[in-house]
T-cell receptor, first 108, second 110 residues
Framework: GIQVEQSPPDLILQEGANSTLRCNFS?????LQWFHQNPWGQLINLFY???GTKQNGRLSATTVATERYSLLYISSSQTTDSGVYFC??????????FGAGTTVTVRA | KAGVTQTPRYLIKTRGQQVTLSCSPI?????VSWYQQTPGQGLQFLFE???????NKGNFPGRFSGRQFSNSRSEMNVSTLELGDSALYLC?????????FGPGTRLTVL
């Protein structure tokens, strides 16, 4: 199956700082999604981005499919951005393969 | 439009028992997938259904099974529960490839 690696595993930020999370994947993919897992465990959709660049408020994402990586940018971080961010890919076999996640802690 | 719903939200069982979890997808979504999340193994794919047919299955023992009904609702069953089955079970429905997750069922096996 497709291997997904996320870095860094942990990130501690001061409120207002910017950050970049990275996702590398081992094979070509049909889909790529970024999620934020809330404290209750639900995965919240951030981006559906098999290729290209998207922005949603303070968050943006870029996927370079030919080089097999995606980046999630958090700008002007807030304490509510804390949590675990997951990258997941679908290689065309009707399932998502997840990375291990990046745990983000934003300090006031 | 209502999101993916899962019932029950919390469940406590003892070893050897069986359990059935339920998932109702977003209206109009015909694909339903199940995932298990544990601290040690992370998020792992269990199975995916589309129009009542299982299209893919993850690497889990036969004690884990699922089905999908004609209204796209899905259930998963775990028989002969083991301590290691304690996990958050997440259901997702999808349309055109993008998956949307429910709140999960947190299963504790004692």
């Amino acid at each position: 199956g497709i291997q997904v690696e996320q870095s860094p595993p942990d990130l501690i930020l001061q409120e207002g700082a910017n950050s970049t999370l990275r996702c590398n994947f081992s094979d070509s993919v049909n889909n790529l999604q970024w999620f934020h897992q809330n404290p209750w465990g639900q995965l919240i959709n951030l981006f559906y981005i098999p290729s290209g660049t998207k922005q949603n408020g303070r968050l943006s994402a870029t996927t370079v499919a030919t080089e097999r990586y995606s980046l999630l940018y958090i700008s002007s971080s807030q304490t509510t951005d804390s949590g675990v961010y997951f990258c997941a890919v679908d290689g065309g076999d009707y399932k998502l393969s997840f990375g291990a996640g990046t745990t983000v802690t934003v300090r006031a | 439009k209502a999101g993916v719903t899962q019932t029950p939200r919390y469940l406590i069982k003892t070893r050897g028992q069986q359990v059935t979890l339920s998932c109702s997808p977003i209206s109009g979504h015909r694909s339903v997938s199940w995932y298990q999340q544990t601290p040690g193994q992370g998020l792992q794919f269990l199975f995916e259904y589309f129009s009542e047919t299982q299209r893919n299955k993850g690497n889990f023992p036969g004690r884990f099974s699922g089905r999908q009904f004609s209204n796209s609702r899905s259930e998963m069953n775990v028989s002969t529960l083991e301590l290691g089955d304690s996990a958050l079970y997440l259901c997702a429905s999808s349309l055109a490839g993008e998956e949307f997750f429910g709140p999960g069922t947190r299963l504790t096996v004692l």
